[in-house]
């Protein structure tokens, strides 16, 4: 007989209540007529866009490792060493710190840069109807006041893309290439945005041509070269197109590489490719899902879980500050459209451990561990230590590009990114993945951690010889902090108590010891007489600040947490309640998306979906790319700005799931953190710590049930949502566990 938390689940999946439905979509009945209000679509190597009103219809095209990735001469001199980045600190020598570490950053390369576009013109140009982007399936539909309709995809797995047009009217397609050539860089400057494509001086494109194809290859930098191929098939009343883009990095002929995708994808029929397509996102969909009674939220968690599979894809470089979907504006994207490591690629994979996509989120460690030996070269090069850092912007290649230097060359930079692969293996609980990818990364940031940390306070504990704490003061001198600060200290204190955990469980006793008696040597974290956290030692947040660098250690790091006692609970009070005093004047989107959160750690669910209403509302464009300024006129921040990144996206999923379930702390918690208006609430398949995958309804505000499913299998605890009794049980793989406040 089934048991009614299952039937519970079965009814809420029939009646679409668990999966994305067309309100959880786009649907414009006015086009779009700028790039990055476009319906995007991806698979992690190819990105689209898909905007314009008929005349034409414009999809602009992407692949995640293009990129011109010259280097900055500047990090190939003499100077340019940690010791001497510390003597002209004292020394004042300003400007000789920003013509070496910042200007090179605000020159046009390295980049990354876009693939360029097609254009499809219709005959007699009917007008615009409307056009929808549905999740389920990631399609976007373009219709024309004549019945004239499109279809484009990209196919979730493989390099191509479709067009499929039915109408009577004639198709017209245009192949355009990035305008790169024809202009001098000109004079280094400050900005959002660096320049124009066509300062990077490349020469014109090769275009060929035939029957029923267009192409072109583009020369980049060093010889770097990558082709678009368009291809198509005309019948009666329907048109049927593919792209491919390739690139050097697949072979010596990304023309020929091209072609041959799109020829294998014509001639073979779209149907079985289709097919294909659609059960790649069904199985993705059935991954996790959610059900809230605020429809703003709900429908941003699907925009913004579509977004993740669409941009994140094991095989493919990782999520850059935009994804697939560089700028198309004849500019260069926003801050280069780089690897930002000091929040932005961060946030970007926090979604994936809690919301049970854990295979897509490997794009990202798969990365930073093929690029180690680039990042421990540099240590060597920059700072003369053993072990590893990362610099924090960086290029395809996890390479130094610079920009303001006390976080560019920040020290704990590789912490944070070891953060996420001590996530992994909490949520997977693989033995293999922690003792040959997590515990060997954490252990080389460890190395380097104990050896820069050998400069002393004058209470004889472990300091930074140059803190800072992202990002506080800009890049004014006054950015280095004359004490460590609690960003830096946060990151440090856990990563050594991380990597003996995990030498313990890989019984590496001489190790675990090593790393417990650096982090006794750490000082403590500096709080105010209300007990609230610092910046740093007698530095208060003084004013609104988009980074909340300074309370690492509450959230994501949970060194400090209310189910940790009276002292830490009122920590995390304090903080909360000065970051609110503070207010938002000078928070950008993804502050609010990180406040969700930070206050479901705080137990405040009705602060938390208030911050992500606010985030879905206003600091969202119409194509639900977060964007950094207030966009509402409602005087949310005193930033306005549109530059879009995709960090405050993803850290929008995650608040919500944080809102959901909680496990951080080794108790699984159920509806933790939700308002109490919030009568009927319902998660399929979120994962908690441990490998347990966790199903819960909430009916009539009431918890009914909850339903765990043991992946790995071991002991797990359940805080019961009736009695608040922590519940401990053994679970096998594959078992079941069932509880039910009534079963008749």
Known sequence: ????SQMLIMALAETGRMQPRPEHGLDFDTPAMRWDEAMPLGNGLLGALVWGNGDPLRISLDRTDLWDLRPVEEFDTEEYDWGVMQAWEREGRYDDLKRLYEEPYHRPAPTKIPAGRIEIRFDKSPPFASATLTPADATAAFHLADKTAARVWIHATEPVGVIEITGKGGVQPRLAAPAFGGKEA?????AIVAGELAQLGYPPPVERSGDQWTAYEQEGWGGFRFAVHLGWRAETGRWLGAWSVASSFEGPDPAAIAAARVARALDNGLDALRESHEAWWRE?????????????IERQWYLDTYKFGAASRRGSPPITLQGPWTADDGKLPPWKGDYHHDLNTQLSYWPCYSGNRLEEGLSFLDWLWDTRENCIAWTRRFYKLPGMNVPMTADLHNKQIGGWRQYTHSATTAAWLAHHFHLHWKYSADPEFLETRAYPYLRDCAVFLEAVTETRDT???????????PEIHDNRPEAWFSTITNYDLALIRWLFGAAAEMADELKQDDDAARWRRALAEMPDFALGEDKRLLVAAGHPLYESHRHFSHLMAIHPLGLIDLSMGPEAAAIVHATYADLERLGTDYWTGYSFAWQASVAARARNGEAAARALEIFATAFTLRSSFHCNGDQSGKGYSKFTYRPFTLEGNFAAAAGTQEMLLQSHTGVIEVFPAIPE???HVAFRNLRARGAFLVSAERRDGVTRHVEILAERGGPCRL?????????????????RKVITQDME
Not at 186 to 190: F, L, M, Q
Not at 459 to 469: D, F
């Open 1 to 4: 007989m089934m048991l009614l």
């Open 186 to 190: 000109g004079p280094v400057r400050p």
């Open 284 to 296: 993705y969909w059935e991954k996790s899902s959610i059900s809230v009674p605020n429809p703003v």
């Open 459 to 469: 209470a004889g504990k472990r300091s930074l010889p140059l803190s800072s704490s």
């Open 677 to 679: 208006h919030w009568r």
């Open 719 to 735: 805080r019961c949502p009736f009695t608040d009794e922590v519940l401990e049980f053994v679970m096998q793989p594959g078992d």
